[in-house]
T-cell receptor, first 114, second 113 residues
Framework: QKEVEQNSGPLSVPEGAIASLNCTYSDRGSQSFFWYRQYSGKSPELIMFIYSNGDKEDGRFTAQLNKASQYVSLLIRDSQPSDSATYLC??????????????FGKGTKLTVNP | DTAVSQTPKYLVTQMGNDKSIKCEQNLGHDTMYWYKQDSKKFLKIMFSYNNKELIINETVPNRFSPKSPDKAHLNLHINSLELGDSAVYFC????????????FGDGTRLSIL
């Protein structure tokens, strides 16, 4: 059973701080990793994806991947109240001949306090 | 110019009824998906279609039947609705190329009375 684990939180940080969200996955052959943000009552929205070991930065967001440790994280710098949402980690277990099947974690709820 | 659109947005119905949810994408993607998100917010794939062909069927009860008339549309028909079917159903689409991100519709909130 391919699994993706996240701390459900809630994770609470003050405005301006760095929020760190973590995710581990069980399938060592996984190749693609995604972070989605989901506001309450809304659909998941892609904010970052990463394929290679190391860091990938996009504005205030940095995704970090360590395939040896089967670990992917998302850092949000200068956190804003508008970042308050549930963050879903999604992993592509491996190419499955014609379609991609993402496995989602249960999400970490982030609250940024003004 | 909505990329992935679902209708209806809300669906309230009684146990035992049959209902359908429609999904359309205008992104030119060749793969479409149905996900179920339960009350605990866990998002789980139900079906995946690639160019109208069923690729993934994740042990979903036979009461759920997807239909893809063309690669831009994927509808979900549910027979004999049960209380446990209450959830938010999301349609998504992507290119089949490895690792391409999936784009989600706004969801259909299904409530069974």
């Amino acid at each position: 059973q391919k699994e993706v684990e996240q701390n459900s939180g809630p994770l609470s940080v003050p405005e301006g701080a760095i929020a760190s969200l973590n995710c581990t996955y069980s399938d060592r052959g996984s190749q693609s990793f995604f972070w989605y943000r989901q506001y309450s009552g809304k659909s998941p929205e892609l904010i970052m994806f990463i394929y290679s070991n190391g860091d990938k930065e996009d504005g205030r967001f940095t995704a970090q991947l360590n395939k040896a440790s089967q670990y992917v994280s998302l850092l949000i710098r200068d956190s804003q109240p508008s970042d308050s949402a549930t963050y879903l980690c999604a992993v592509d277990p491996a190419y499955q001949g014609g379609s991609e099947k993402l496995v989602f974690g249960k999400g970490t709820k982030l609250t940024v306090n003004p | 110019d909505t990329a992935v659109s679902q209708t209806p947005k809300y669906l309230v119905t009684q146990m035992g009824n049959d209902k359908s949810i429609k999904c359309e994408q205008n992104l030119g993607h060749d793969t479409m998906y149905w996900y179920k998100q339960d009350s605990k917010k866990f998002l789980k794939i139900m079906f995946s279609y690639n160019n109208k062909e069923l690729i993934i069927n994740e042990t979903v009860p036979n009461r759920f039947s997807p239909k893809s008339p063309d690669k831009a549309h994927l509808n979900l028909h549910i027979n004999s609705l049960e209380l446990g079917d209450s959830a938010v159903y999301f349609c998504a689409s992507s290119q089949v190329l490895r690792g391409q991100p999936q784009h989600f519709g706004d969801g259909t909130r299904l409530s069974i009375l």
